[in-house]
T-cell receptor
Framework: EDQVTQSPEALRLQEGESSSLNCSYT??????LFWYRQDPGKGPEFLFT???AGEEKEKERLKATLTKKESFLHITAPKPEDSATYLC???????????FGTGTRLKVLA | DGGITQSPKYLFRKEGQNVTLSCEQN?????MYWYRQDPGQGLRLIYY???????QKGDIAEGYSVSREKKESFPLTVTSAQKNPTAFYLC?????????????FGEGSWLTVV
């Protein structure tokens, strides 16, 4: 069964304290792994799409990496405005469904 | 601007009423989706549509109905048969082509039963 697990559930960081969020997945034929940022009461905002192991993408303080079993979202020198819930999703081959994790709630303290 | 527009942002439903949530996209995407988000849970798929005039049930379709008469529109009706409709509803779309299949979301609609 296709499955996505995100860890940790919640993370508190001091401003400037770098860390990583984990997304472990089990899927039949990966057709994409997606990261989103979601602020309270808003829809998820697209961050990155990764398609194959070894792929990396960066945007400002965020960097996403992908292996055959997991993806990491690295946050370098975070700022309070990076506080949000970060969602991970996968799409498996032969299906139109996207499987979402439950997210990591990130709080960055000034 | 290109994007997905959901309306209304907030909706209140009385017991026994059907209500409809609107979703319009101008991204020229073929596929559209409806998700439900409850606190502490991941997004759960209600319905999806790959092409006009065709749609499929997701994991929690009971008590909901949809239509796809136009490529850009995918309204969701929450019927009185849905026993626990209070939630945050998200509409999404994806190109679902060789150009990529990233799924994009609207801003969401809050539904509350009063």
């Amino acid at each position: 069964e296709d499955q996505v697990t995100q860890s940790p559930e919640a993370l508190r960081l001091q401003e400037g304290e770098s860390s990583s969020l984990n997304c472990s997945y089990t899927v039949s034929g990966l057709r994409g792994l997606f990261w989103y940022r979601q602020d309270p009461g808003k829809g998820p905002e697209f961050l990155f799409t990764l398609y194959s192991a070894g792929e990396e993408k960066e945007k400002e303080r965020l960097k996403a990496t992908l292996t055959k079993k997991e993806s990491f979202l690295h946050i370098t020198a975070p700022k309070p405005e990076d506080s949000a819930t970060y969602l991970c999703a996968v799409r498996s081959g032969g299906t139109y469904k996207y499987i979402f994790g439950t997210g990591t709630r990130l709080k960055v303290l000034a | 601007d290109g994007g997905i527009t959901q309306s209304p942002k907030y909706l209140f439903r009385k017991e026994g009423q059907n209500v409809t949530l609107s979703c319009e996209q101008n991204l020229n995407h073929d596929a559209m989706y409806w998700y439900r988000q409850d606190p502490g849970q991941g997004l759960r798929l209600i319905y999806y549509s790959q092409i006009v005039n065709d749609f499929q049930k997701g994991d929690i379709a009971e008590g909901y109905s949809v239509s796809r008469e136009k490529k850009e529109s995918f309204p969701l009706t929450v019927t009185s048969a849905q026993k626990n409709p209070t939630a945050f509803y998200l509409c999404a779309s994806s190109p679902d082509s060789t150009d990529g299949n990233t799924i994009y979301f609207g801003e969401g609609s809050w539904l509350t039963v009063v």
